[in-house]
């Protein structure tokens, strides 16, 4: 079946940029008509979608985080990645990558990865 | 502040039933957009529990259903089991904000 699985650094500097991968394994990211998403949550809060990448290339982001966030897909690895600039303490947060069908769901997640912006 | 509303606790005693609520508006659940529904377990993946509204995927008990109706939608969970105590988070698309949007989460606790 297909699995997520995030990586990157675990902590990054405030101003910098946070980079995150999710590997996509059992199946294709290509296959069928999905769309690939990074959600995040922090310490104590709700969830909160950061944005989604089609396997067009096109791209949804989140408004209030759409000046610094990029979503990018590298479908020869299987992957696709998260970029957020300019990050502060408020970025702090478990990270999850996921998979969407045509509803809009996110019906598979991968099990986050906590990413702490600190100097 | 979140775009879909949700009560911040519930609790039940085993065997019980609780209903968890999630208020939007007309430019997410009350334009027709689907709601779905996920658990949150600490240091596990989030699980979905409902999809469009009112579909359950494999594997899910069906003591879990949802519903949906104006700006509003549900989760029921019946026959509450000890496993059951977890975050639930409903979820939508909103068309103002062009993406999809989160509640405030429901945590439920089983007595």
């Known amino acids: 079946q297909v699995q997520l699985q995030e990586s990157g650094p675990g902590l990054v500097e405030p101003s910098q940029t946070l980079s995150l991968t999710c590997t996509v394994s059992g199946g294709s990211i290509n296959s069928g008509t999905y769309h690939w998403s990074w959600i995040r949550q922090p310490a104590g809060k709700g969830l909160e979608w950061i944005g989604r990448?089609?396997?067009?290339?096109?791209?949804d982001y989140n408004p209030s985080l759409k000046s610094r966030v990029t979503i990018s897909l590298d479908t020869s690895k299987n992957q696709f990645s998260l970029k957020v600039n300019s990050v502060t303490a408020a970025d702090t947060a478990v990270y999850y990558c996921a998979r969407g069908p045509g509803s809009l769901a996110f019906d598979i997640w991968g099990q986050g990865t906590m990413v702490t912006v600190s100097s | 502040q979140s775009v879909l509303t949700q009560p911040p606790s519930m609790s039940g005693a085993p065997g019980q039933g609780v209903t968890i609520s999630c208020t939007g508006s007309s430019s997410n659940i009350g334009a027709g957009y689907y709601v779905h529904w996920y658990q949150l377990l600490p240091g596990t993946a989030p699980k979905l529990l409902i999809y469009t509204n009112s579909n359950r995927p494999s594997g899910v008990p069906d003591r879990f259903s949802g519903s949906r109706s104006g700006t509003s939608a549900s989760l029921a969970i019946t026959g509450l089991q000890a496993e059951d105590e977890a975050d639930y988070y409903c979820q939508s698309y909103d068309s103002s904000l062009s993406g999809s949007v989160f509640g405030g989460g429901t945590k439920v606790t089983v007595l």
């Open positions: 990448i089609y396997t067009s290339g096109s791209t």
